[in-house]
């Protein structure tokens, strides 16, 4: 699980700082090892197709003569017919299909960086004009509203589409609040359920179902009370 303040928000850094931490990124730390397989293996294939030369040597009584002689001999072979061609193709083409693979793999993850970050800084941006300007327009004109109709000026109506106008601006700031830590953490396919039963938690108290309101003053100030 992840535990986190999710009131919590900090402006994105830069996105070229962020990226430079993609090449050590494990999907892309791991084709460093394969390539040096492909690589070592494509050496190794070039290595048998070179003729393998070898010296010798020997001592050796010369019967007629009566002397002794050292013979050195020199063997190479002449790479007519097979110098492994087909073994080095096969590792060239392994070693190349190696290095396209992870071509593919950094644009994927560059891909999906690139998508992260817009919907971070999107969501950043949503947040603090919620924050700053949305809500507490809201709240001025919910606190108008309920003093109104204490006062028997405005009907029941004006004060509910005033508290409902509030209710839904401060669940999208916590829907958005949450499409920026989740972008954040590069997560996707997400779903939020309660740490118990359903309709126990968080989903029973939350800001855009919780009423102050009911149909009759008596129950809204024990509503207010409670």
């Excluded at 040597?57 to 009566?66: A, H, P």
């Excluded at 004109?141 to 839904?168: C, H, M, S, W």
Aim: aromatic share 8%.
């Amino acid at each position: 699980s992840v535990r986190g303040e999710t009131l919590a928000v900090e402006a994105p850094r830069e996105a070229t700082a962020l990226r430079e931490k993609i090449a050590r990124n494990p999907d892309i730390l791991r084709w460093e090892t394969e390539l040096r397989q492909r690589r070592a293996q494509l050496a190794l294939e070039r290595a048998k197709g070179k003729p393998n030369v070898s010296i010798g040597g020997g001592y050796k009584r010369l019967e007629e003569d009566s002397d002794n002689a050292f013979i050195v001999g020199i063997s190479i072979p002449l790479p007519l017919s097979d110098r492994n061609q087909g073994g080095t193709m096969e590792a060239t083409e392994r070693l190349a299909r190696a290095t396209e693979e992870r071509r593919l793999v950094e644009l994927q993850i560059d891909q999906s960086f690139v998508k992260a970050f817009s919907e971070m800084t999107t969501a950043y941006g949503q947040i603090e004009q919620i924050r700053s300007q949305i809500l507490p327009s809201s709240q001025t004109v919910f606190d108008a509203a309920r003093i109104g109709y204490e006062q028997g000026k405005f009907p029941y109506l004006t004060l509910l589409d005033a508290q409902q106008t509030l209710f839904k601006n401060r669940r999208n700031y916590l829907e958005t609040l949450q499409a920026y830590h989740l972008a954040k953490m590069g997560c996707s396919d997400i779903v939020l359920v309660d740490k118990g039963e359903l309709t126990s938690g968080t989903t029973f108290h939350s800001v855009g179902l919780v009423s102050q309101f009911r149909t009759s003053p008596a129950l809204m100030r024990m509503m207010n009370y409670s």
